[in-house]
């Protein structure tokens, strides 16, 4: 079993949805010793944006790529190839703005790719990272959990159905900038969530 964690905090220390996807990701592998663990953290290593140059050389055939085109698409194909070969994906996902991390959403851009995670066929849009299982860990300052606010939980759920992923459990961390015992009742809240979610 291999485990793809993602780590989108733009915090390397400290992080709340870092530490409970590690929290997470143990109780799995104490379930299953032999599963292999790659841990990406966005916050040390960020994804590059998909930005002009990115688009440029994504779309520039293969052989005709100048070095940076090449290096910028392999960064790409290095995503894809890592959640590819996941069996179970774990991502901690903090609120900033309503919505993702700009790490995790250039993440997302990087592994969303005709051809190679999902594609259009005379049936509409097929996504092909299917027979995964997903663990995304949310956390918020504030209480958003299925309200008409929570458009993080609607994106994630519709981008990563849409590339095949649809056996998500979701994990809600919140009330964290809300006094110390909301953000203690939060993260055992979240605690008893994951237990919940992996028995
Ligand atoms: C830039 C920024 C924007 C935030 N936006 C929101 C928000 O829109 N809603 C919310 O409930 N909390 C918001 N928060 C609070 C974070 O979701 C909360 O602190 C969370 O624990 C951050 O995750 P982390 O501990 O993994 O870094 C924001 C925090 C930051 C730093």
Do not use: C
């Not at 793809?4 to 379930?31: P, T």
């Not at 594609?119 to 956390?139: I, S």
Request: overall charge negative; glycine content about 8%; proline content about 4%.
């Amino acid at each position: 079993m291999n485990i793809l964690q993602i780590n989108s905090s733009a915090r390397s220390q400290g992080s709340l949805s870092s530490r409970l996807a590690d929290r997470l990701v143990a109780s799995l592998r104490a379930a299953h010793p032999q599963a292999r663990l790659t841990l990406r953290d966005l916050a040390a290593r960020p994804h590059p944006a998909l930005d002009e140059m990115a688009l440029q050389a994504l779309f520039t055939p293969a052989e005709q790529r100048n070095a940076e085109q090449s290096a910028r698409v392999a960064q790409d194909d290095a995503a894809i190839d890592e959640i590819k070969a996941a069996d179970v994906v774990v991502i901690g996902a903090p609120m900033y703005n309503f919505g993702v991390s700009t790490q995790l959403k250039n993440w997302i851009d990087a592994i969303s790719r005709a051809r190679a995670t999902f594609e259009y066929t005379a049936d509409g849009p097929r996504g092909l990272l299917t027979g995964k299982k997903v663990y995304v860990v949310l956390t918020r300052g504030g209480r958003y959990r299925d309200t008409g606010n929570d458009s993080q939980v609607s994106y994630l759920r519709t981008v990563l159905g849409f590339l095949g992923m649809t056996d998500i459990e979701w994990v809600y961390a919140e009330g964290l900038a809300l006094g110390p015992d909301a953000e203690r009742e939060g993260l055992a809240d979240a605690e008893r969530q994951i237990e919940a979610a992996l028995a």
